[in-house]
């Protein structure tokens, strides 16, 4: 059997746990040793192993202080806390492998864009090109009042804060260094033509960045951008700007449904409606039987936190659902934080409804998207199943015991996917962006930038 190539991220976090709140206690996870640099690079070589295209990283700069008003039980179970930053981890990973992405989480509204650029910037001269940028509004309230604010700005506002910031970034990335303003003559002494390095003189509603950028352009320039936002809002911010676009849908019904819609902005927005890789949150558990796998996925279960789901879903949507008998249905209702998870359960599937306790039972193992449990043949059947029944482009895997989850993926699926001719046998030479499907390096539509002739 053969078909479209499937597109497989690894998504993991900083952290102690992730999107299976409880795994930690594991007798086998390792999840305990993610302060540990040897634990994250021995984790490049296991997905660089399965030729995975990227590591895709979460990050929070907040704690999950919804549910229950507070952030105690985040704190009693490590559901997301402690954290730390993903950024650091890059240089050494990249260190490690060849051609192994990594996208990293970064929020644009508490860091201002001029620093910013230029870490993307060192980030994606270090790993030769391989740097990813997943753009986030941020969704916790914890972190905003952290920032000095009283809280977060609106959810519409905050994609309004987020376009401006996009275009700054691009215009330090493209427009500042001229191809060739770097000379490197040692016999006149000129290592730089400063002809050929301008300010950029933004002065917009949020920011205002009159200068040059600091970073010679780096091999892609701009990194590749992803973005997770499925309200009408993120979707009409994706289809501006995304190269890649992240997604959690539970059920194949509602996936079909937010990849079609992706797809209808691109086509509104002026881009190839296939321009963009769309991924969805899944989690898998494999092994050599269908029987082993499942015995692997109740020994998982048993540890997964009931608690811990809720306390992640509470920090998603903004709702506490301390407050709802655990047998109520879920109905849909305004968010400030993730409004795409609410409908999820709520309105994109008419032939669903979902009690809180049903969405606890199915987030406590690998957060809001589905699991699929089997033999590398049967995992692989399904997955096949999603892509073509829904057109998405492949996965972003969460993991539930580490590192094993990683290994039984690298080591069992991909190899039968690779035999089904469903995907790569290699990695392609080049950025990661050229890995991905590019003909070029740098972005191969027209950057977006406001006053750009």
């Not at 620093?115 to 940028?133: C, E, N, Q, V, Y």
Request: hydrophobic residues 40%; proline residues 6%; negative net charge.
């Amino acid at each position: 059997m053969s078909g479209r190539e499937i597109r497989l991220n690894a998504f993991t976090m900083n952290t102690i746990g992730h999107l299976s709140p409880g795994l930690w206690r594991h007798d086998r996870d390792q999840s305990r040793r993610y302060l540990d640099l040897d634990y994250w690079t021995d984790l490049a070589r296991t997905l660089e192993r399965g030729k995975f295209d990227a590591i895709f990283f979460a990050d929070v700069l907040g704690i999950y202080d919804v549910f229950d008003g507070g952030p105690d039980d985040a704190l009693r179970g490590g559901v997301q806390v402690p954290v730390n930053d993903p950024l650091a981890l890059i240089p050494a990973m990249a260190s490690v492998t060849e051609h192994l992405g990594f996208a990293m989480t970064a929020a644009v509204s508490y860091e201002h864009p001029y620093p910013f650029a230029r870490r993307m910037s060192t980030l994606d001269h270090l790993t030769k090109g391989r740097i990813g940028w997943n753009v986030v509004t941020g969704y916790l309230n914890s972190g905003a009042v952290n920032f000095g604010l009283s809280g977060q700005e609106a959810h519409d506002r905050r994609y309004d804060i987020a376009d401006e910031y996009l275009e700054v970034c691009y215009r330090l990335w493209e427009q500042s260094w001229e191809d060739g303003a770097v000379v490197a003559d040692a016999a006149s002494g000129v290592y730089a033509d400063p002809t050929r390095i301008h300010p950029i003189s933004h002065a917009g509603e949020f920011f205002t960045v009159p200068g040059r950028h600091l970073s010679e352009p780096s091999p892609q320039r701009t990194p590749v951008i992803y973005q997770a936002g499925a309200s009408p809002r993120g979707i009409s911010f994706a289809a501006k700007h995304a190269e890649g676009v992240f997604v959690a849908a539970p059920s194949k019904v509602v996936l079909g449904k937010q990849v079609a819609a992706m797809r209808e902005a691109l086509g509104q927005a002026g881009r190839d409606p296939r321009a963009v890789t769309i991924l969805n949150q899944q989690t898998v558990v494999v092994a050599e039987t269908d029987a082993e796998a499942h015995r692997l996925f109740e020994g998982y279960l048993d540890l997964a936190s009931e608690t811990g789901a809720l306390v992640l879903m509470s920090g998603w949507t903004g709702i506490d659902f301390a407050a709802f008998d655990l047998d109520s249905q879920l109905v849909d209702q305004q968010s400030n934080a993730i409004q795409s998870v609410v409908k999820a359960f709520t309105r994109a599937d008419p032939d669903r409804t979902w009690t809180i306790r049903e969405i606890a039972d199915y987030v406590k193992l690998g957060g809001d998207g589905p699991v699929i449990v089997g033999s590398a043949e049967t995992v692989a059947d399904q997955l096949e199943a999603w892509v073509d029944d829904t057109d998405v482009d492949g996965f972003n895997l969460a993991a539930t015991a580490v590192p094993e989850a990683w290994e039984q993926v690298a080591d069992l699926l991909i190899p039968e996917l690779q035999r089904r001719g469903r995907y790569k046998q290699d990695y392609s030479q080049g950025t990661l962006r050229e890995k991905l499907g590019s003909p070029t390096a740098r972005p191969s539509r027209p950057i977006p930038v406001a006053g750009h002739p």
